[in-house]
Structure formats: C-alpha cells, structure tokens
C-alpha cells in the first residue's frame, strides 16, 4: 500500500476512502511538523485539505512528492509555482461544487434584499402584532455584475437570468461566447450594477481587487455578495462603508481572516453573514471527497490525474 500524506481533517467519506486505499499519515496530529516529514520523505502523495500553506519549504522537505489533491477548487492554500518548479503536480475538487455556491449566492441575495433573516428575528421577538415589518427591495429587474463569470460564475448567471434579472460581468478577458455585456473596467461596471457578486480565485492577482473605489461606485443603492475569498475585497473600507450607507448592502460567505472578522459585522442590519458554506452541502461535500480521492488513485494507478491544476 502507497503512503499519503493528509494535511488535515475532512470529511469523513473522504477519510475512510483515504484509509481504504493508502496508508494514511496524519499531518495535524503531528507535535513536531518537521519531524514528521523527515519521517515520511518518501511520500509520493499529499491530501491538502484547507489548513495551513503548502509551500515550496515544505515541498523540499518531501523530495519523493509527486502529487498534490486540494480538496476543493480554491487552490491558494498551495504554492503552485512551487509545485511547478518541483515537477509536483496539483490537482483540485472543480465543477462537482458549481450547484452548491450558486444557490447560496442565490440564497444570499436573496436573504439581502427581502431581509430574510431580520425579518425572522422580528417574528420571533414577538414584534409583529405591533406593526408589519418594512417593505423591502426585491431581485426582479435588477443587475447584476458578476466578477469572475467562470464555472461557478455561469452558473450564477444563469440562476439570475431566472430571477429576471439583467446579467454583466467583468473578468480578465471578453468571453467571446458568453451572451452578456462585458466590462473591461470593473469599477465602471460596479456603477452601472446593482448588484457585485464576487466569485474569483484567490490567489491570480486578486488581492484587494474590491477596492474602496469599487465599492464606492457600486453605493448607497448597490449590494455587494463575496463568496470567492475574503482577502479579495477591502475588509476595512467595506465595513466602514457599510456602517456610512455609502455602501447598501452585502451579503458575505467568506472573510480575510476566518473565522475571524471585525465583530462590527454583526451589528449591522443590512448585512447576512454566512461562515464559508459556498460547497457545504452534503452530497456536494461528498461529490468533492470523491473526487479529492480519485486523483490520487487515478495517479498511483499510472492513470491520467482527473482534473489537474498544475
Ligand atoms: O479573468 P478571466 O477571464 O480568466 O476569468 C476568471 C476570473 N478571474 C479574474 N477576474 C478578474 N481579475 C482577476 N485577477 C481574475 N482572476 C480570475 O475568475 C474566471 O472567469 C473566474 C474563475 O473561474 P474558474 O477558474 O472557472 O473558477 P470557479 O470554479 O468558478 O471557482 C472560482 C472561485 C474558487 O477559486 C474559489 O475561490 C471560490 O470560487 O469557490
């Protein structure tokens, strides 16, 4: 049986496919990481779960790696030009998530602009016999500009379309088949939108791309949705903004430094939080256990790896 490396806990499905198929050493229970990996130096594979940076000084300590499987399609947590310049190849968990964070990011626009959540506190804190709650915005006839119309970005789209909405998106480059308008200059589009749902890697120059500017155009009317990663947007200026009404609204899967995030966060009544559940859905957490899996056994099986990132 071949060794592999798993870097953290995950699910179980996940866990119990690992252990069927590869002698499994835990990484995180580890007191002494280096010692550790001196231990397993000869480990061919890794099982990158989403705790702690796979770096090239990791790497080195493992001169055998050959493959790396990300559980999930965010793959910032591993240094691929590293990898690259190691012959490591890396491969990640895309497309069996697509579903899962499209309707959330449905969910969250939705729970944004009809106040779902604060709507139920104010049935539950017995407020309603005292007068009905505010009328609120609503989806229909609204725009949308979606920043990063990749996978999941298509799949948003296309659940927006069915809302009636009006559909826009920037990216690094014009997609020449996709039918709706592109802006090259993102805060041009968030002016324009009533809506910027966020959906970007972040580790391809993204950092800070939701700028204060960005926000600032999008503006007191606009509502901002991030379920890509928390560094690419302005934290600070976002939540400053927000407690101003220069910015209307947001709806948040993810944050910079989860979980942790500025606890003005929760004071605020035209934000809904959600702690990074883009994918977390049973039977996709599932689908990507599968997946995580199978690329290491498709390579230890001298099979072409699955879905491949570097
Ligand atoms: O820029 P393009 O045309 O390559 O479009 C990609 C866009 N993107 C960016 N847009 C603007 N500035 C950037 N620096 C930048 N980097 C990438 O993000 C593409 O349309 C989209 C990413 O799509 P996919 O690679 O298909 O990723 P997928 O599976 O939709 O997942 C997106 C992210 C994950 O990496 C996680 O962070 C999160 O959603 O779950």
Redesign the pocket.
């Known amino acids: 049986m071949e060794d592999v490396i798993l870097t953290g806990p995950t699910l179980q499905s996940a866990m119990d496919a690992l252990d069927k198929e590869f002698r499994v050493h835990r990484m995180w229970e580890a007191e002494d990481k280096d010692a550790f990996l001196a231990e397993h130096k000869a480990t061919r594979f890794m099982a990158a779960t989403y705790h702690g940076r796979i770096d090239g000084a990791v790497m080195d300590k493992l001169p055998a790696l050959e493959v790396i499987s990300n559980f999930?399609?965010?793959?910032?947590g591993i240094d691929l030009q590293a990898a690259r310049a190691r012959n490591i190849r890396v491969t990640n968990t895309?497309?069996v998530?697509?579903d899962a964070?499209a309707e959330l990011a449905l969910g969250l626009m939705l729970a944004t602009c009809r106040r779902i959540a604060d709507a139920d506190a104010y049935v539950r804190a017995g407020k309603w016999p005292g007068g009905n709650y505010p009328l609120t915005g609503e989806l229909t006839g609204t725009t949308v500009g979606i920043?990063?119309?990749?996978?999941?970005?298509k799949e948003i789209a296309r659940r927006c379309q069915a809302f009636k909405m009006q559909v826009v998106y920037?990216?690094?480059?014009r997609?020449r088949f996709e039918p709706f308008p592109y802006y090259a200059d993102?805060v041009e589009m968030a002016r324009d939108v009533d809506w910027l749902v966020a959906?970007?890697?972040?580790d391809?120059?993204?950092a800070g791309?939701v700028s204060r500017e960005v926000l600032e155009a999008l503006g007191p009317e606009g509502a901002f949705v991030n379920?890509?990663?928390g560094t690419l947007a302005d934290e600070p200026a976002m939540l400053e903004l927000l407690k101003s009404g220069k910015l209307g609204a947001a709806g948040l899967d993810v944050f910079a430094e989860e979980p942790k995030m500025s606890e003005e966060f929760w004071t605020l009544p035209n934000v809904v939080l959600s702690p990074h559940q883009?994918?977390a859905t049973t039977k996709t957490r599932w689908a990507m256990g599968d997946l995580f899996v199978r690329n290491l056994t498709a390579h230890r099986d001298g099979n072409p790896l699955i879905t491949p990132v570097v």
């Open positions: 999930g399609v965010g793959v910032d895309p497309e998530l697509n964070v920043l990063g119309l990749g996978r999941i970005g920037h990216g690094r480059t997609q993102l959906v970007v890697p972040g391809t120059g993204t791309l379920l890509g990663r883009g994918s």
